[in-house]
């Protein structure tokens, strides 16, 4: 019955431009770590649920955002819950070697922003919240883990900001 | 408070030691239990562990200690955990804090990852100087110590009561947690850089080729790293 408990979760996109094709050999200590990061994600206090392409065990397939770009879409109960998986979790190990198998990005790479619970975000979605975070900055529809809103800031911000407006 | 009257609280013996035990338990401790620990009596305890709270360096709450609730189960007993607040004095005044976030925030906008691990595992190299590298995990948790991350045994099986595991499983399935993490405040702000910084740094300290490993297993309230008996020297 958590999932009564929060009104609205967090939603979260990341991107990361490929350095090689997954099948290269360098990329295999990588892949190596989706199965069980993705088995910890799914096991983690407050995750909610993950895009995974149908027929697949994930969405690293997925290519929506560029050919050698894999995204990752997810949705969390709270912040503290994203974070702890996110840095506390065997994912900081792959985030620690980010390095080495990923292109280091001048723009923004992830967005937050809060969704109804129950509301599971599409791609184009995510991409639009990205677009808007490099285009126009943190705001409380679209920010990051440094520039964090609450989702009551959220309501606030899409009562006075009519949807549509940049 | 300011900083310097909460560090100055720390001056009576007896409040120190109280202090110390409070925070090398990473748990919440009662007046009895401090008391029997510092070696003074019951109300002497409570006075100082209330005045360490009232100087913000430990938390208090209340806790059912019997782990009965409802009629019948007695009235709640004070608690205490050290605050999370940090607390730092530097005379003359410095800020190395304020230079370590905006180095670590250049280094992580110009993706300088390699190049800061490589500085930390020269350090670390530098600290243990000619000695071979870390010999066991004891000797493992007096370096550990010595540098602020204090350190602890624990079960590989990840419970908690570590002496009795120790007995029961052998040396080799036991690891070394740290309860503190000596960059937190940078860790926290970019946790891949500072955090790979960290267990870079352990590697150099420890060494890489002896008998005992530091490695990445993040959770949370903890330090990153955990240092475990290399496989290739379990007998």
């Given at each position: 019955?958590?999932a ?5 979760h ?5 991107v ?21 990061v ?9 995750f ?7 027929g ?19 949705v969390?109960e709270?912040?503290e ?6 840095y ?10 980010r ?18 619970a ?11 919240r990205l677009?808007?975070l ?8 679209a ?12 309501a606030q ?10 | 408070m ?10 009576d ?14 748990r919440e ?8 620990a ?8 409570a ?9 913000g ?6 806790r ?8 019948g ?29 905006l ?13 800061l691990c490589?500085?930390?595992?020269r ?8 000695a071979?590298p ?13 540098r ?8 590989a099986?990840?419970?908690?009561d570590?002496?009795?595991a120790?007995?029961t ?5 036991v690891?070394?947690?740290?309860r ?21 740094l352990?590697?150099g300290?420890l ?8 490695r ?7 330090c ?8 290739n020297?379990?007998?």
């Amino acid at each position: 019955m958590t999932a009564s408990v929060h009104a609205a979760h967090l939603a979260q996109l990341n991107v990361a431009t490929l350095l090689y094709p997954l099948d290269d050999p360098r990329m295999a200590p990588f892949v190596e770590m989706l199965d069980p990061v993705h088995a910890a994600a799914d096991g983690a206090p407050g995750f909610v649920w993950r895009l995974v392409e149908e027929g697949a065990a994930d969405a690293t397939a997925l290519r929506p955002a560029g050919e050698d770009v894999i995204v990752n879409l997810t949705v969390w109960e709270t912040p503290e819950a994203l974070w702890d998986f996110t840095y506390r979790s065997g994912h900081l190990e792959a985030m620690r070697r980010r390095r080495e198998w990923f292109e280091r990005h001048v723009e923004a790479h992830l967005v937050l922003w809060w969704v109804p619970a129950g509301h599971l975000p599409t791609v184009d979605e995510a991409l639009e919240r990205l677009a808007d975070l490099r285009a126009n900055g943190p705001s409380p529809r679209a920010f990051t883990f440094a520039s964090s809103y609450t989702a009551a800031e959220a309501a606030q911000h899409l009562r006075t900001v009519p949807q549509g407006q940049p | 408070m300011e900083d310097i009257d909460a560090i100055a609280a720390l001056q009576d013996p007896v409040r120190r030691r109280l202090y110390e035990y409070v925070v090398a338990q990473g748990r919440e401790v009662g007046r009895n239990e401090a008391a029997e620990a510092a070696g003074v009596a019951r109300t002497l305890a409570a006075h100082h562990l209330d005045r360490l709270t009232e100087a913000g360096l430990l938390e208090s709450g209340s806790r059912r200690l019997t782990g009965r609730s409802g009629p019948g189960a007695g009235r709640p007993a004070k608690v205490y955990t050290r605050a999370r607040a940090e607390r730092a004095v530097s005379l003359p005044a410095r800020d190395y804090r304020t230079a370590a976030e905006l180095l670590a925030e250049a280094a992580e906008q110009a993706g300088l990852d390699a190049g800061l691990c490589a500085a930390a595992r020269r350090r670390g190299e530098a600290l243990r100087g000619a000695a071979a590298p870390c010999g066991g995990l004891e000797e493992a948790m007096a370096m550990l110590a010595a540098r602020g991350y204090e350190p602890h045994l624990e079960s590989a099986a990840g419970i908690q009561d570590a002496e009795g595991a120790k007995e029961t499983a052998g040396e080799a399935a036991v690891v070394v947690r740290m309860r503190n993490c000596p960059f937190h405040a940078v860790a926290e702000r970019f946790p891949p850089l500072v955090c790979g910084m960290n267990l870079a740094l352990l590697e150099g300290l420890l060494g890489t080729d002896g008998p005992v490993r530091a490695r990445m297993d993040a959770r949370p309230g903890e330090c990153c790293v955990v240092v475990e008996n290399s496989k290739n020297n379990i007998d």
